[in-house]
């Protein structure tokens, strides 16, 4: 069974640009989470998508925003990139239920120049 | 409002030592706990889970950790330090909002160094 996949591995922009990561949950996982891991902040929870319809989120600017596709895929995009956005950005899938975990990818990370 | 303390940001044992990872949660509602690892340059592991059964709960790779209502702790402990066990380890909670698993609160996490 294949893990959480997020593409690219890695990335570099230029502030003021914006960005699009992606991440494809396990088969049958239809709950998605964003996470933003930086040495300062740790891991903060960004938001996550359940039915392509947002269903929890986090303290960010409205410059991070994402979606959820029909097939569970999800996208997050941050607009007007700042340095401060450089960090690793976790995805993580779950099933519904409380007796259940997050799966975990590998991550993005995004460097700001 | 929930949140996670993990005390400790780096801890160093010798190998086949006791491993002790402190966590002190705070939840208005029943939580749910985990401990996740994380090895450089790579996504979270799960290592274990308390879900309101067992308060002693046993994960992978003989690590261990017990739900304490009363000190609101769920401390990681593994008895015997192997070198493959350097790494960073977070704990979470979450209330469960939303019926699944999806927003977790994470501690700042504690970088685990193994001596030979």
């Known amino acids: 069974k294949a893990g959480v996949t997020q593409t690219p591995r890695y990335l570099i922009k230029t502030r003021g640009q914006q960005v699009t990561l992606s991440c494809s949950p396990i088969?049958?996982?239809?709950?998605v989470s964003w996470y933003q891991q930086t040495p300062g902040q740790g891991l903060q929870f960004l938001f996550e998508?359940?039915?392509?319809?947002?269903?929890n989120k986090g303290n960010f600017p409205g410059r991070f925003s994402g979606r959820q596709f029909s097939n569970s895929r999800s996208e997050m995009n941050v607009s007007t990139l700042e340095l401060g956005d450089s960090a690793l950005y976790l995805c993580a899938s779950s099933l519904e239920g409380l007796d259940t975990e997050a799966f975990f990818g590998q991550g993005t990370r995004l460097t700001v120049v | 409002a929930q949140s996670v303390t993990q005390l400790g940001s780096h801890v160093s044992v010798s190998e086949g030592a006791l491993v002790l990872l402190r966590c002190n949660y705070s939840?208005?509602?029943?939580?749910?706990l985990f401990w996740y690892v994380q090895y450089p340059n790579q996504g979270l592991q799960l290592l274990l889970k308390?879900?309101?059964?067992?308060?002693l709960v046993k994960g992978i790779n003989g690590f261990e950790a017990e739900f304490k209502k009363s000190e609101t702790s769920f401390h990681l402990t593994k008895p015997s330090a192997h070198m493959s066990d350097a790494a960073e380890y977070f704990c979470a909670v979450s209330d469960g909002r939303g019926g699944s698993q999806g927003n977790l609160i994470f501690g700042k996490g504690t970088k685990l160094s193994v001596k030979p």
């Open positions: 939840s208005s509602v029943p939580p749910y």
């Open positions: 308390y879900t309101s059964a067992a308060t």
């Open positions: 998508y359940f039915s392509e319809t947002q269903r």
């Open positions: 088969s049958g996982h239809r709950s």
